[in-house]
């Protein structure tokens, strides 16, 4: 099939201009820090546990495998098309241009949301890093804005020097939590709760603890497994962010499906480890009541303030990459929008020296300092302690952002791996790929029940009784807003464009 790239993949660019030099080692990089295992294994698991309790490693299992048929999709996609647009074309080329539009908006919405969510959330570990280390109490916002300046030069250069500096912190902060980990695993199950310090724990001192793996034994239901698995796969959120290097990898037919599908078994393995450590820690049966109640997840149960500092400085650093891998990623998906002329074209335009989507940049950056500055200055401190679980201090603002800001991104992004799998299915029975339709099938039914664990809080109290914030609440209504105008957009670029509504999906590398 013809396309409109006209250099070979193994050439030194492609017609966009990006500049062929990223390898397998890269594109995993990328893929790992927007995932960021050490983030989220260290904080984010308490998520599934509300549910799913001491058998919250059983959850990630079966988490890592419905992430995989996502994974598989777009690796599959991945394998005969090489594009910047990533989800954007895929959903295009499997499933139409409307479906395939409003698939390129919502990811970009949601990776702009995300991307600031985790960057203020790295103004938060970090500052709490320095409250633990000090006892002070600083801004949050100052972390933040070094960060930011960081996330911006690193961004704007070459890529490879991004990728390569992520690939470092990923390693050094996933094996100091894997430390750790089996520092807790080896200490055993504490004799009293870690949370109120006086009731009894079943076999303290247990370190081998198959019940984990087995809701009965682990005193939750099904029910609660199930539910727990849709969290778990938020913790994969990211995994097909190498796709967009694609236009800049040397050999991406191979590197990027291996690099997708590799970053979901590795992410799966460390939170295998890192949740069972989490639920040893609290002890397995006792974890059903304690663990919901500790956002610091591992941090709660480390053996002293030295670990738990160690496991702040890691989440500090993994938020920090990661939202530099969501600022690579979506700053590639606006260009390739704007490459085609669906979104304004000046978006599609890479820096004549760097190759960089310099612009695109540019506006991520902006979008992420406008959110804060609104969300904040529409929000009164009472509603920001609230739902920054109570907390009043110099760290408030920053937990605010990053749980406000990352509910609104995730159900946006498991509604576009809904789109992916319905695109997949299409694609594998127009092609006569049995393969490629199972995986597809099976992708949509996990983004289905993703988007529904990424809502579930908007509708059920987080406990018995207790009042849903508003912050909370608005969160399905955000996300129907950003459809409809998704929608809306799609509908006029049809109806009033209609040379570049034909060309959407076009500009692409066959390999």
């Known amino acids: 099939m013809a396309t409109d790239a006209a250099p070979t993949p193994g050439g030194p660019s492609t017609a966009a201009g990006f500049h062929r030099t990223l390898g397998m080692r890269d594109v995993i990089a990328q893929s790992l820090s927007v995932i960021a295992p050490a983030m989220s294994g260290a904080f984010l698991t308490y998520l599934a546990s509300t549910k799913a309790g001491g058998a919250t490693p059983l959850a990630y299992l079966l988490g890592t495998l419905a992430m995989l048929a996502v994974g598989g999709t777009v690796a599959m996609f991945a394998r005969s098309m090489s594009s910047a647009g990533s989800m954007y074309t895929y959903i295009t080329r499997g499933a139409g241009k409307t479906l395939g539009f409003l698939g390129g908006w919502c990811y970009a919405v949601a990776f702009l949301v ?3 969510a985790v960057l203020w959330g790295f103004g938060f570990f970090t500052a709490s890093l320095v409250a633990l280390l000090t006892g002070a109490d600083p801004a949050w916002y100052w972390f933040s804005a070094a960060g930011l300046v960081v996330i911006a030069l690193m961004s704007l250069f070459d890529i490879r020097a991004s990728t390569r500096t992520q690939l470092a912190i990923l390693l050094v902060t996933m094996v100091a939590l894997l430390v750790v980990a089996v520092a807790v695993i080896s200490i055993g199950s504490p004799a009293v709760s870690v ?21 009965s034994a682990a005193g939750v239901p099904w029910g609660g497994i199930l539910f727990g698995l849709s969290f778990a796969m938020l913790s994969f959120t990211g995994a097909e962010a190498s796709a967009v290097l694609s236009e800049e990898t040397r050999d991406p037919r191979r ?21 069972y450590a989490t639920a040893i820690g609290f002890g397995v049966r006792q974890a059903a009541s304690d663990w919901p109640a500790s ?19 890691c989440a500090a650093l993994a938020s920090l ?23 304004p074209k000046w978006l599609g335009v890479l820096h004549p020296r760097w190759g960089t989507p310099w612009r695109a940049i540019a506006l991520d950056i902006v979008v992420w300092v406008l959110l804060a500055v609104v969300s904040l200055a529409v929000t009164s401190r009472e509603s920001q302690v609230a739902l920054a679980g109570g907390v009043d201090s110099g760290l408030t603002g920053g937990v605010f952002l990053f749980t406000f800001l990352a509910g609104v991104g995730t159900p946006l992004v498991m509604g576009v791996y809904l789109m992916l799998g319905i695109a997949g299915t299409v694609e594998g029975r127009r092609t006569g790929r049995t393969g490629f339709t199972a995986t597809g099938v099976v992708a949509a039914l996990v983004g289905a029940l993703a988007v529904f664990g990424g809502l579930y809080y908007s509708f059920a109290p987080a406990a018995p009784g207790a009042e849903i914030p508003l912050q909370v609440a608005i969160v399905p209504w955000i996300c129907l807003v950003v459809a409809v105008v998704g929608l809306l957009v799609a509908a006029w670029t049809r109806s009033a464009r209609r040379q570049v509504w034909a060309d959407m999906g076009r500009i692409f590398d066959e390999i």
Do not use: K, Q
């Open 114 to 116: 995300l991307g600031g």
């Open 195 to 215: 949370i109120d310090g006086t009731t009894p724990v079943e076999d303290p001192g247990r370190s081998f603890d198959l019940s984990a793996f087995w809701p």
């Open 255 to 275: 590197a990027i499906p291996r690099a997708i599908v590799g970053s979901i078994v590795v992410a799966g393995l460390f939170y295998l480890v890192i949740t």
């Open 295 to 313: 956002v610091a997840g591992l941090a709660a149960v480390a053996p002293n303030d030295a670990v738990a500092a160690v496991v702040l400085a």
């Open 321 to 343: 990459f990661c939202a530099l891998g969501v600022h690579i990623a979506v700053s590639r998906v606006l260009f390739a929008m704007g490459r085609e002329g669906v979104l």
